[in-house]
C-alpha cells in the first residue's frame, strides 16, 4: 500500500519578507541572511502598542469594549512590551526624540481611530493574532500572524488587519493588498474556503479597504509567490542581492551604512557599529528561509 508523504519544506516565506525582496533584494539579505539589526522607529513600536492593545480589547465583554477601555490598555501594552524588549527605552533617549506621553497620547489617537471604523460591541472574532501556515506544491512554507479572523455561518470567512498608518492612494492598493492575498491564499490551502472579504482598517486617517478575492485570483497570486521564492533561490546561489533604489531607500536603517546603492558615511557607520555591538546578536540562520 502507497503512502503519500508531503514533500519536505525547501523554504519558508512571510508576506512581509516576500514583500522586502519586491522592494528590494539587498533589503531582503540584510534582514534575513545577515540578520542585521535595526533601530526601532516611533511609529513601528507605536503600531505593535495598538495592535496590542486592540488583541486585548476583545478579551473584555462586548458591553465593556469602549474607547475609554481600549484607552487603559495602552500603557499595559506597552508596559508588557518594554518588559520583553527593555532597549526600546531608547526611543526617548535621544534630545529631539518623543515624551513616553506624547508616545502614548499618539497610541491612544489610533484607537480612537478604530472606533470611527468598526463597533467592536457588535463583533465577536473566531481569532486574534492568528498563526497560519501552509506548504504549497514544490515545499514552500507560507506563513504569517493575521490580525484578527472573523467568522459566519455558511463559512464565511472575513479577514482583518489593522494599519495605524494612512490608506495608500489608488496607485499603491495593489501592494497594499499582498499582505491580505498572502492571508487568504494560506486560509484557502488550509480550510479550502475563499475568504469572503479581506479587510484593511487605516487608523491614521481612519479609512476602510475593503476587496474580495476569487479563487482564479488566488491560484494566479500562488504562482507570484513561487515566481518571488524562485527569485530568492536564484539569488542565494549566484550571491547577486542587487539593491533596488526607490524613495524608501530615505526610511532605510542601512543606508549610508551597509547599503551599496549610497555613499557610505563614516560617522552614521560608526554610530551604527557602536549601537549594533549593544545588541544581542541574533543566532545565525541555518537556511535563508529563517525569516522572522
Sequence with gaps: MSVDLAPPVVGSLSPSRASDFMA?????????IDKLPERPSPAAVRGTVVHSALERLFDLPASGRTLEAAADLISPSWDALLLERPELAELFETPEALTPEVFLSGARDLLAGYFALEDPTRLEPASREQYV?????GGLRLRGYVDRIDEAPGDLIRVVDYKTGRAPSETFEAKALFQMKFYALVLWRTRGVVPRELRLLYLGDRTMLRYSPEEAELVSFERKVMAIWQAIERATETGDWRPNVS???DWCDHRGTRCTAHPIDPERAAAYD???????PAPPAETVDLDP
Design 24 to 32: 528590494c533584494p539587498l533589503l531582503y539579505r540584510f534582514r534575513v
Design 133 to 137: 501556515e501552509v506548504v504549497v506544491e
Design 247 to 249: 524613495r524608501l531607500c
Design 274 to 280: 557602536a549601537w549594533r555591538a549593544t545588541r544581542t
